[in-house]
């Protein structure tokens, strides 16, 4: 396991990784785990919630914004990609190897590739909404402009391309509702973190 140490300074994009990062962030609670593996670029839009933890190889380009609520956790080859918006509440788990995306290609005589010059291409930015008490299995592809209710389950390699109902599990491709999810008990939900 390579430690922050044996980072040499000199690392392309050692600036976008781990705690080089903090203070490059629009906000970053300083409870917040970054794993020194995890590149987060255009970090000036990204917000990262109290004991919120982002793991090595996990990617994210902030777009026009990503917000990362608290107590989340961000496990290993996630990405959150595409341009757009993403917003995510408190007490998420999302799966690794799991997609956000938040943007897709307009496929109307246009080619389907960035770099290319002005009118060649079309992006569709958007925006992902992922509320509250989430669960995302590992391997999940998670479309633009598509809100996650609160407490929902989305099962292991679902492709979620519509909305999904609180309170309910959803599972694969495209991800349909196989049920309803009890809400939090009392004791969980009346829960406030320490100060």
Same mark, same amino acid.
């Given at each position: 396991m390579i430690s922050r140490q044996e980072i040499p300074g000199d690392f392309p994009g050692n600036e976008f990784m781990g705690d080089s990062v903090r203070k490059l962030l629009k906000k970053c609670a300083e409870s917040a785990k970054l794993f020194p593996l995890a590149k987060l670029c255009k970090p000036d839009v990204i917000e990262i919630g109290e004991m919120a933890r982002i793991h090595d190889f996990v990617f994210m380009w902030g777009g026009r914004g990503i917000k990362i609520g608290n107590y989340n956790d961000i496990q290993p080859f996630v990405n959150i990609w595409g341009g757009g918006e993403a917003i995510l509440g408190d007490y998420i788990s999302i799966g690794g190897g799991s997609q956000l995306l938040t943007a897709t290609y307009d496929y109307n005589g246009y080619r389907m590739v960035d770099g290319l010059p002005d009118g060649h291409t079309n992006t569709l930015f958007g925006k992902l909404v992922i509320e509250s008490d989430v669960y995302v299995g590992v391997n999940c592809t998670i479309m633009p402009n598509v809100t996650i209710g609160e407490g929902? *389950? &989305? #099962? #292991? !390699? =679902?492709f979620v391309n519509k909305d999904v109902e609180s309170w309910s599990v959803y *599972? !694969? =491709?495209?991800? %349909? %509702? &196989?049920g309803q999810r009890p809400r939090l008990k009392d004791h969980i939900r009346d829960w406030k973190p320490p100060v």
């Open positions: 929902a *389950v &989305i #099962g #292991g !390699g =679902s *599972v !694969g =491709s495209p991800a %349909k %509702k &196989i």
